[in-house]
Every structure is written in structure tokens, then in C-alpha cells.
């Protein structure tokens, strides 16, 4: 691509970026700080830069652009896929049906909050129904000869597909049944419990993230409803954590959680903004970072010792064990919510709908089926089944809102952290020695030269098997899980393959 | 104006309008809340976001809109005049002016930074005769028959002009001037000592501002270095303060200033958007809001009455009494310092720059005899003159960006507010009375009446005049300083003409 057309378009993705951040401003506003009564104003707001955005993306010079670009330039080459995807992507779908489907999204929403209320599923199914045929619709428009799970998969986790996590997912599946159900026919742990007040508690959440490399320079830390991230552009990522006074160890992992999110964004190679490599790769890659600093670093015995040494600092009436901090940390328990969910069960959560949704675009499950379906794999893989459709069908508000293929990444999230962690456990020997000393900034660093430096350039599968070698993630994180709550419950020797304290 | 092309008109107003209110955020962002290493991103995003919104006042249907606007109805009237107004500034210069012009000021700001540091005014003048000299050539751009002054002055302040503000601002100097001195002979009145608590401060701000009747479910109360008010659209209008343990008064005073702009940004006829009727009328009737509640309410003696009885909730070991809180409040100073400047001084620091400026505009003065014309002006005026350029001369910002015409908006907000005040008094019997139980419901009743619904429909000196009748402004102020100072001062008998305790 001659140099004058590359830096045009350079310039032009650029100035999407930034607005992009403007955008990512006002969301962030309306989570934190925004006055109650500003919120129509707010949507126009957003909806005005969203059509900014819609109409650059769509521009009919990134036809020509693409075309010129140079495969023997790998961040060009990056570019030519991961733009041409989202300009196909936006191109595809008929301005009628984008109005359609947003309409359906809309009512979707406003029937599962109302159906969620009364605890009624059936009263939700139509909606469900025409929400679930338009998105099919839409993904037959992007993509008629594929899958159309494959192409909702991509729009999270490019690179990913259905013959992929299929058995991936089986498989994890098959290795977390056993274990769930061998740890529930031991005797619970602990709880941590005490009220622990809420202004030490904002302290130690800063402590926490600027011991694990969150630069305040760089970014802020709020109260929200819903903890999240969101990158605003190079020097300004923001995160949000809910505190409560009863649930310290919920809070400070939520404050952990979006701290990994945001170190990924953080680490960044800003310096390509406007190439479409600056930007996280997958959603699951995303996913991946918070859960390797959550779980696998969070929860792990060295880190409860360092923590337990940083609690008087803030709670000096309120003494805490290492020990005590770790079995509380590690605590599973069969449950309904996939939201309170601990990290062995977690995942099966995520693949009860996987399956589900998976069924519903390949049209082997009807709508009008799918609260049976749900309370049956409940059963089968958790071993419980909800009472009320509040508490199981209808607990997420993503299909009502058309957010089908997104609730993979979690568990993508948790696999590629498990290869991640095993890899870098192995790369650095004094790993847990260091986070018992609160010293971190050998696995950011490790992090920034595995991930979070390469963006966008390849796919995430080949970024992290770039850094992990040919590793099978199924494997990884069962061994992980085994080794942990293996010894903690005592019902199985640790696995020796990976050492996770 | 046929009602499908006022429709299209006023939704392309009401984008504008959408798209200031996102750029807004992001300013208030900037001041408040935005981490140090964003500022580069926030430069580009506020950049992209005037772009767009300059686009879209120079769009070139905006000529053929305004052909067919209709002069019998009243809002497509003062559309026609508003808009009419900005679209022929924007229009009229040449692109490479308004970029000579952005790249003087950027250096003028960089040079009066380190002229200021350095305390050399003779370092900064090159830098501030270019700034001064695009000024002029911009303001003959836009309109080569009229007074420069005059079309710098109409940015601000339309419906002024030199020729009106010249006299006006000559008779309220010759008044203030023997007040002043009057003052100065007398001995002075305590200010308030001690320390007072911050978190007490911020909760003693927020009950004012909520008892004058801001709705924080409208808006907000940050901290910022400066205080400024920002409205972001219907329901979100954010003021800020700064507050500091020694300075109780001066920190409530700003939050009560800002809290005055809030109250009249969120009394404006919002159902106008789109028709640029929905603004503030003038910056200097902006600020005739702000200085009537900080003057007129908060320093009075009924006022003080109602915050002793306040304090000590918020400080229980500092009794502050009625009448100590009185004094302190209208403490008068010769001093060189505009910002820190009492209720009477302030207007001289005004007229003194407004006086100069003018001069400037004129070519009556050189800008390199501006420092030597400054130091005899203070003198002459207000009894002090600067030992060095930074505490005379280099104190403001200003006129380094470009800011000509804009400081006699301070003034004007002083006499509006006169007017306004001795009007108010006339038509609400109970005004003091209820103001010393702390009502000021009625006074918002009165400025929404008399002032904030009317937008900017007519021009401000035709609203104030509407709302006031045929007073003289500078009787008014002279006479409501005249009875509280004299009267606080022992300097001369009240002024019987305007009741202002």
C-alpha cells in the first residue's frame, strides 16, 4: 500500500478511535457519576457518536483502502482482517434489519426484566423468540455459507468456532463434573465473616491495585453498580469495583478482576493506534487477564499472605489469617448463580449455555423448550436445579438484549489463564515467593511480553500459543483446579504436573 | 419558514447542541477527574468533537435556513439572530487565520506562563502584540464596518457595545472610587479565623446549594482547582468548588457563585432546543445570576443569620455568631488581585482591564507601554500599583489566549444584578425575612420568572430591561454598596432608595 494511502487510512481509524474514547467517556460517566435525571440526554448523546462511529466504519474509501493494503506488512496484514471483518460486518446487514433488531433488543429487555420480576419465562419466550430468529437473520446476512454460531462467536472471540470449543468445551465439562461433585460431598469451608468498614476497605482496593501495577496516573477506580473497564485511550483506563461491608474478599476480587482487564489495556501497543492493533484481541483474551490476576494469582496462599499482612493496616481491630483468607477465598459451593459463582463451577455455568445457545441457532432446542433444557443440565452438571425461572432461565439479561456467543469468552478467559499461568510459572521459579511479598511487576511483565504487547496483530488461540507453547488448556486448568481444591478438601493428592499453590 | 425545513433546521441544531453536551463532559472530565497521563488523548478527543461541531455550524444550508425563517413568530426570530450571528463569525474567517490565530494563542499562553514565573512583562509583549494583532484582524474579518471592539465584545456580551459600556462603566468608576477610598480610611473588619474541617465544608456546600434550589438529581458538586459551572444538557448541569481548611467563606462563597450559573442553566426553556433559544442570553447575564446570589444573598445580613444557625452541625466546637460571619463576609481591601478582589473593588479590577483593552483595540496604546498604563491605573483607581509585572499586569490569563472583550461580562453581571436585586426586593416583600429562615424558594420563582425562561429569546439588556423597567444599574449597585458598606464602615448613611441589608 503506497505510504499517502496507508497514512490516510491510519488517519481515518484513528479519529475513530478517538472518538471511540469520547464515547467510552460518556458510558463510563453514566456508571459512576452521571445525575439521575440526565439519562435521555445521555442517550442522545451516545447515539449521536455511535452514528459518528457507524458512519466512518462504513465508509465507502475503506473498500479501496483494504484493497491496497500489503500482506508482506504484518500490522498491515492485521489490519486487511480485523477491519475487513468489522466493515463486512456493517456493510452485510440491511439498515432495515439493524432497526429491527434493535427494536427487538429493546422489547427483548423490557420483557425479561418484567418476566424476571414475575419469575415467568413463558411470558418472555415470544420476544426471546423474535430476538433469537433476527440475530440468526443478521448473522445469515454477515456470512450465509457459515455457521451462524460461528459468526456471533467471532464477533467476540475472532478466531474461535463452533469445531473448535465444542469438544474443548465437552471435554472441560467431563473433568469438572467429578471434581464439583467430590468437593460437595465434603464439608464446606469458612466464610469470612465480620463487617469490614467501607473506607478501609476503598483503601486497601488502591493498595491492592497499585501494588499489582495499576499506574493512577493512568487511570482511575470508582464505585459502580456493576464493577467494569473501560479503556478511553492511551493514558486514561478506568475501573470500578462495588463494595459492601459484609463481603470483603467479593469486593477486593471484583477490584483484582478489573485490574487485570485493565493492565491488558494498559499494555497496549498504542503507539499502532489507527492500525486495529492497539486493541485487545479477543474478548476471552481480555477475559483471560482478569482471571489470571483474580484466580490464579488472587486466590492463590502466597497472596493470601501477603494480604493477610495488609489487613491490620486497615482493619487493626479485625485480625485475619493467611490461612483463613485462603480457605475463605477457595470455598465452592453448588449454586444457581452463575454471578456468585466460585471458580471450579464457574465454567459450568458458562457451558450449560454454551450448549443452550449453541442448540437454539442450530435449531435442535425451541425457545419454548428452553427452561427445561436449563433446568435438566443444571441437574446434570451442578447437581441443582432451580426452583423459579427467576433463579434459573431468565438469572442473564444477554439473550434478551440479542447477546448470543459472548458468554464463551469467560470460559475461553479461564482456559487460555490456565495455559498462561502454567507457562509462566515455569518461566519464572521465584514466581510465588515474589506475590508472598507483594511483588508483582515479574508477572505484569511477563503478561506485557506474552499478550498484551502484541494487540491485535495476530489472533488471540495464536497469541497465547505463541507464549505457551503446544499446551492443551483442558488440561492445564483441571490440573490447576485439582491442585488447589484437591488439597484443600482433601479429595484427591495434588497434581504434580503444575504447581499452583 | 415552511415546517418541514424548520424541523430540519432545528434537528440539526439540536445534533449541535447533543454534540456540545458530549464535548462539555469531556472538559468537566478534564477539570475533575481525568488521569494526569490522559491529557494528550483529551486534547485530540476535545479537538475531533469541535471540529464536528464547526462543521456543522458552517454547513451551507444554514444560508438558505435562515432565508426562510419567518420574523412574525419570535423564536425563529432570535434563531435568526442568534444563529445568524455565529454562522456569519464562523463563516467569515478565512480558515488560515483561525489557524494563525489558534497557533498565536497556544504561544502567547506558553509565553505568558514563563513571563509570569519570571515576572517579565517585557518577555511576554511580543508574543501578546501578535495575539492582539490576529484578534483585530479576525474582528475585521467578520465585520470590516464596525468597531473591533465591538465585534469581540458580541461574542460575550451581544446587545452591547463600546459605545453603550464606556459610559456606563466611567459613571460606576467615578462612584466606586471615593467608596473605596472612603473604606480604606476606616479600619478594617475581622475575617474569620481557624481551621475548618473539609469533610464538614463539603457537607455545609451541599446544603446550601441544595436549600438554594440545586437538584443534585440534575447535577453534581465536584472539586475542581478553579470552580466553573457546565451544563451538559437537559437534567446534568455540574458546578465545581474549591474549598480549603483557612477559607471557609471564600469556599462557600464559589460554591454559592456557581451554584447562581446552575440554577440558570437549569432554569433555561430546554423545550426549545434546537432553536438556540434554549441558551444563556449573555455572559454577562450568566453572570448577573451568579453574583446575585453570591452579593446580594450571601453576603447579606439575613443570610449570615441563617448560616450561624447551619454551622454548628457541620463544625460543633467553632461557634461562629451572626454578625462576626457578616463582617467577614464584607471585608473590603485595596489589594492588586482581581480573583481575590471584595464586592467593592472587584468592578475597578474590571473597568481597569476593560479600560485598557478598549485602548488596545484603538491603537490609543502600545502593548509596550501596557504594564506602566496598568500600575497607573491601579494606582489612580483603586490606590495600590504593583511592585512586579506578575502581581500587576501578568496576573490574568486572558488576554495570552485571545480572551479580548470577554472581562466587561463581569461588570455587566454586577449591574444586571443590581437592577435585578432592587427590582427582586420591590416585588417580594418577605424576601429578607424568608431569607433569614433560610426559604429562597421565592427568589428562584423570581429569576426563573424574570430571567431563565426567557432564554435567549430577546438579548440580555432587553430581558433585564423587561424584567426591571427603566432603573439606572449603576445607581442601583452604587446605592446597595453604598448601604452595606456604609453602614458596616461608618463611612456614610445608608442609601434609603434601595433597602439591602
Known amino acids: 500500500m503506497g505510504s499517502a494511502a496507508w497514512d490516510d487510512l491510519v488517519h481515518h481509524l484513528r479519529e475513530l478511535e478517538v472518538l471511540d474514547g469520547a464515547r467510552a467517556l460518556l458510558g463510563w460517566d453514566e456508571q459512576t457519576f452521571m445525575p439521575r435525571k440526565a439519562a435521555e440526554q445521555r442517550g442522545e448523546q451516545l447515539g449521536l457518536l455511535s452514528r459518528l462511529a457507524h458512519e466512518r466504519i462504513t465508509d465507502p474509501r475503506i473498500t479501496r483502502w483494504l484493497d491496497a493494503l500489503d500482506d508482506q506488512d504484518p500490522v498491515q496484514a ?5 477491519l475487513g471483518r468489522v466493515y463486512e460486518r456493517e456493510r452485510r446487514v440491511p439498515a432495515e434489519l439493524v432497526d429491527r433488531l434493535a427494536r427487538a433488543k429493546s422489547a427483548g429487555f423490557a420483557s425479561w426484566l418484567e ?5 415467568d419465562y413463558s411470558s418472555f419466550a415470544p420476544a426471546l423468540e423474535r430476538v433469537l430468529d433476527l440475530s440468526r437473520e443478521r448473522a445469515t446476512a454477515i456470512a450465509p455459507e457459515r455457521h451462524p454460531y460461528d459468526v456471533v462467536l467471532e464477533e467476540s472471540d475472532p478466531g474461535t468456532s463452533v469445531s473448535s470449543l465444542r469438544p474443548l468445551f465437552a471435554r472441560l465439562r467431563d473433568g469438572l463434573v467429578p471434581l464439583l461433585e467430590a468437593i460437595a460431598a465434603k464439608p464446606a469451608l469458612e466464610s469470612l465473616e465480620g463487617r469490614f468498614e467501607l473506607g478501609g476497605q476503598w483503601e486497601l482496593s488502591r493498595e491492592v491495585a497499585r501494588a499489582l501495577g495499576f499506574d493512577f496516573d493512568s487511570g482511575r477506580l470508582d464505585h459502580s453498580e456493576h464493577p467494569f473497564t473501560v479503556g478511553l485511550g492511551a ?6 469495583t462495588h463494595l459492601r461491608p459484609t463481603d470483603l474478599l ?3 476480587g471484583g477490584t483484582i478482576h478489573e485490574c487485570g482487564h485493565a493492565l491488558y489495556e494498559l499494555g497496549l501497543p498504542r503507539e499502532l493506534g489507527g492500525t486495529t492493533v492497539a486493541e485487545a484481541a479477543s474478548a476471552g483474551l481480555h477475559e483471560s487477564q482478569s ?7 488472587g486466590r492463590s496462599l502466597p497472596f493470601c499472605r501477603w494480604l493477610s499482612r495488609q489487613l491490620p493496616r486497615h482493619f487493626p481491630t479485625q485480625p485475619v489469617s493467611a490461612e483463613q483468607l485462603y480457605r475463605a477465598q477457595n470455598r465452592v459451593e453448588r449454586g444457581l448463580c452463575r454471578i456468585q459463582a466460585d471458580e471450579v463451577s464457574y465454567n459450568l455455568h458458562i457451558i450449560v449455555r454454551f450448549e443452550l445457545e449453541l442448540s437454539l441457532f442450530e435449531r435442535r432446542l425451541g425457545v419454548a423448550e428452553l427452561a427445561r433444557a436449563w433446568a435438566d443440565k443444571y441437574q446434570q452438571y451442578l447437581g441443582v436445579a432451580p426452583a423459579t425461572d427467576a433463579e434459573g432461565v431468565l438469572q442473564d439479561a444477554h439473550w434478551s438484549d440479542g447477546g448470543f456467543g459472548y458468554f464463551p469468552s469467560y470460559t475461553l478467559g479461564n482456559l487460555y489463564a490456565a495455559s498462561l499461568g502454567a507457562a509462566m510459572a515455569a518461566a519464572l521459579p521465584e514466581l510465588w515467593s515474589e506475590v508472598e511479598q507483594g511483588q508483582f511487576s515479574r508477572v505484569l511483565e511477563w503478561l506485557r511480553s506474552a499478550v498484551h504487547r502484541h494487540g491485535h496483530l495476530r489472533e488471540a488461540p495464536d497469541i497465547v500459543r505463541a507464549a505457551v507453547g503446544e499446551r492443551d488448556p483442558v488440561s492445564d486448568l483441571l490440573a490447576q483446579l485439582w491442585a488447589r481444591y484437591g488439597a484443600l478438601y482433601g479429595v484427591a493428592p495434588c497434581a504434580d504436573a503444575t504447581r499452583v499453590p
Not at 492485521?78 to 480485523?82: D, F, K, M, S, V
Not at 482471571?291 to 494469582?297: A, G, H, M, S, Y
Open 235 to 240: 493514558g486514561d483506563v478506568r475501573i470500578t
Open 291 to 297: 482471571r489470571l490476576w483474580e484466580n490464579l494469582i
Open 250 to 252: 467479593g469486593g477486593l
Open 115 to 119: 418476566a424476571k420480576e414475575r419469575s
Open 78 to 82: 492485521a489490519c486487511r482482517r480485523n
